[in-house]
């Protein structure tokens, strides 16, 4: 029978080109922009390495000074987490890094600019990266001012080709490094891990850094469970309350605020423009969830309208049919069966087009080092959310045209 179906289904969707030319482009638009918005989304936000510890991870990456006349918003200094982040209750380990900076370096006169962050040694056991050879520099490394470098892939590439890169020197921002280990690219889009050159944060031009208690840096603190955080988030708190706000040398400030977030909650205050010391994360899912709903609406709609106008030119159709015994189950499952069949060749297109999207983001290097791919567990959501109003648009039409009587079905009668 279900076989049966699928043949009858297909005929009447190659007899009317038009109708199901509209069907499948709504269809196909709706979830290829789904997936690539969602495949994007991902990227950027879920744990992936070398970020793969996310659920367990808090990030300092926002202070806030303020009082009457005078506010300061800005990545924290590096006093101000050498002064709170360490041996919190709950943590298994913390790291302190600055943010990327652009340096130049010269080679056989030719300019190479690239992105330079300095880290701790710990940095390394923090995150996950993917090295091609060598190794990571160590806490002694950057105790001890060792001018050693990790590189990525494309600065190999630019310095020495095709040739390995461990126990070769690297010149960058003036200085001369070591390089003891080279990884894998990473997008820029990944603002913790991303750098083409990552150096012992020990070996900056000057020490101006040890006494700022704004710009600059960021601090991770790994939890042991994602129960510590409340813990974790009361201490270092009461940390940054307990320091002299004279030490910050800027007249006039009255509260200074900084506040462990995890990644997305981070996103979520710079997406909304929320206070560091408040948490907007629902706001954002609600935001994103109310516009897949509304992106999906109006092709449902359309949807339902082409199915009611496709079933009611068949009236004399669903008649003869009706004449000749067929049961109400039977018409129905018809049309369910030709909007399914619709839906998941629109789900086909959509996801052939996504991946191409998404692989000529990566071809094009629209965003540098990205290795974009179709985000499936989203794609399965969308299908699942397209075949439910299929479904439905396809079954209340359908049962209310197979309640007719025979004869006036094949008189034209409507709904």
């Known amino acids: 029978m279900l076989r049966n179906y699928i043949k009858m289904s297909l005929k009447v969707l190659r007899r009317r080109p038009f109708f199901t030319f509209i069907s499948l482009f709504a269809i196909g638009f709706t979830l290829t922009a789904l997936t690539t918005s969602a495949a994007l989304i991902d990227h950027t936000l879920a744990p992936m390495p070398p970020e793969t510890m996310l659920d367990r991870t808090l990030g300092i990456y926002h202070m806030t000074a303020k009082g009457e006349t005078v506010q300061v918003n800005s990545n924290p200094g590096y006093k101000l987490l050498d002064r709170c982040i360490h041996d919190l209750p709950g943590t298994e380990m913390v790291t302190v890094f600055s943010s990327a900076g652009s340096v130049n370096s010269y080679l056989a006169g030719r300019k190479i600019e690239s992105h330079m962050k300095r880290t701790d040694g710990a940095y390394w056991k923090v995150m996950h ?6 190794h990571p520099y160590t806490e002694d490394d950057d105790r001890n001012a060792n001018f050693v470098a990790v590189i990525n892939e494309r600065t190999r590439r630019e310095f020495f080709g095709n040739t390995n890169a461990v126990g070769k020197t690297i010149e960058a921002d003036g200085q001369r490094f070591r390089v003891t280990g080279v990884v894998a690219d990473v997008p820029i889009y990944r603002n913790n891990p991303f750098a083409d050159i990552w150096v012992p944060i020990r070996t900056a031009k000057n020490d101006h850094y040890r006494s700022e208690y704004s710009g600059g840096f960021t601090g991770l603190i790994l939890a042991r469970s994602r129960a510590a955080f409340p813990e974790i988030r009361r201490e270092f708190q ?16 009255q509260v200074l605020s900084a506040r462990p977030e995890t990644y997305t909650e981070a996103a979520s205050r710079e997406i909304l423009g929320t206070p560091v010391e408040k ?11 109310g516009l897949m709903v509304l992106f999906m609406l109006l092709p449902t709609i359309s949807l339902i309208n082409i199915n009611v106008s496709r079933i009611l030119e068949r009236a004399s ?13 039977t018409l129905v499952a018809q049309f369910v069966t030709e909007n399914v069949i619709l839906t998941l ?25 990205a290795q974009f791919s179709p985000n499936l567990r989203i794609f399965a959501v969308a299908l699942a959310i397209a075949l439910f ?27």
């Open 129 to 134: 990266f993917d090295f091609l050879e060598g």
């Open 238 to 253: 009461a940390r940054v309350s307990q320091i002299d706000l004279a030490d910050l040398e800027l007249p006039g400030v």
């Open 279 to 289: 948490t907007r994360t629902a706001y954002l899912y609600a935001c994103f969830a």
């Open 317 to 329: 159709e669903i008649g003869v049919r009706k004449a000749f015994g067929a049961s109400k189950f």
């Open 345 to 369: 060749l629109g789900g086909t297109i959509a996801f052939i087009a996504s991946w191409g999207i998404l692989a000529g983001f990566t071809w094009l290097g629209v965003v540098p080092y």
């Open 389 to 415: 109003f299929g479904v439905f648009s396809g079954v209340y039409p359908a049962w209310k045209m197979s309640r007719l009587h025979p004869v006036d079905a094949l008189r034209g009668t409507t709904l």
